[in-house]
Nanobody, 119 residues
Framework: QVQLVESGGGLVQAGGSLRLSCAASGSTFSIYTFGWFRQAPGKQRELVAGISSGGITDYADFVKGRGTISRDNGKNTVYLQMNNLKPEDTAVYYC?????????????WGQGTQVTVSS
């Protein structure tokens, strides 16, 4: 079982930066693919960025050039660095861990961390 705890959210002015962290419990961290998602009030949850167990990354168009996802398998932590933040980036940001199993996909979610960008 994997438990995820996000941190690093907060209030920041437009143009500022934040680094979100997702700390995972368990000894099988390295085999999971991780994703950062966000959900703004009244909107559906959407993918921000993902990183595979092999370190391959993928980004939503709205964050390309402004965000970097990375992982530190030694620290069981995934990061999302976001620069040049905009008011529309305001949302709760969630971390997800997933892997394929014989019985289907296994997914774990964190509780989320609030990011608020003021104009």
């Amino acid at each position: 079982q994997v438990q995820l705890v996000e941190s690093g959210g907060g209030l920041v002015q437009a143009g500022g930066s934040l680094r979100l962290s997702c700390a995972a419990s368990g000894s099988t961290f390295s085999i999971y693919t991780f994703g950062w998602f966000r959900q703004a009030p009244g909107k559906q949850r959407e993918l921000v960025a993902g990183i595979s167990s092999g370190g391959i990354t993928d980004y939503a168009d709205f964050v390309k050039g402004r965000g970097t996802i990375s992982r530190d398998n030694g620290k069981n932590t995934v990061y999302l660095q976001m620069n040049n933040l905009k008011p529309e980036d305001t949302a709760v940001y969630y971390c997800k861990a997933e892997r394929a199993t014989t019985w289907g996909p296994e997914e774990h979610w964190g509780q989320g961390t609030q990011v608020t960008v003021s104009s």
